[in-house]
């Protein structure tokens, strides 16, 4: 059975997907920019990682799910959201540790209005898009594999499920999604936004 509850408030919430827990967070750009902690810490690590980007904004909204996945995995542990890092391997895949020790997987995602994070004890995955006028999702459809699309999306809400799918399957798998069985669950903390998580099974 899946429980997959969302709070519009903000708060950490925990889900079983095929059994597995999985920890996430959802928050508002509003609320997040409200979180001065979320926005003045910067470890050494993160102001390295961030340096490639050249948009301040760009570095605001990296900070920020990071900052959150520190909360999160904090919440989880009774630890100190600020002694945890965030390293990226070279195959692209993230992980929060702590010390030398416990490590989890983490993905983040963000849309115009909404900020999200995923962490888990195995590889996990997390998309967030809103609705957007002049979209071209109907062309979109088409970097879609058949696999993903069991019938043609109508509207837009109805093409992001799908593409919300494919991109958390890109993060819980790398390039690998067509060789690696996969659970899904979608949720939406709006009417307009469509938020899903992807874990690997096995």
């Given amino acids: 059975m899946v429980d997959f509850k969302i709070n519009k408030h903000g708060e950490n919430h925990t889900c079983l997907i095929s059994g597995k827990q999985v920890d996430f967070y959802l928050l508002s750009q509003t609320e997040a920019l409200e979180k001065l902690e ?22 605001r909204h990296t900070i920020i799910v990071r900052n959150m996945a520190r909360y999160l995995i904090a919440e989880k ?29 983490v993905s ?24 957007k006028i002049g979209r071209p999702w109907m062309q979109m459809v088409d970097f879609l594999t058949l696999d993903e699309v069991d019938q043609k999306p109508k509207t837009q809400l109805e093409f992001l499920n799908v593409w919300t799918q494919h991109e958390a399957s890109i993060k819980a798998t790398g390039a690998d999604v067509k060789r690696m069985p996969l659970s899904i669950q979608h949720t939406s903390p709006d009417a307009n936004t469509i938020c899903c998580v992807a874990i690997t099974e096995g």
Avoid: M, Q
Wanted: aromatic share 18%; glycine share 4%.
């Fill in 38 to 59: 979320f926005l003045n810490f910067c470890s050494s690590l993160d102001s390295k990682y961030i340096a490639r980007f050249l948009k301040a904004e760009r570095k």
């Fill in 77 to 105: 542990t009774k630890t100190s959201w600020r002694d945890w890092e965030i390293c990226v391997d070279p195959s692209e895949t993230r992980k929060l540790i702590y010390g030398e020790g416990e490590e989890y997987f």
């Fill in 108 to 131: 983040f995602s963000h849309s115009p209005n909404w900020y999200a994070v995923a962490v888990a004890k195995f590889s996990v995955g997390i998309d967030i898009e809103e609705v």
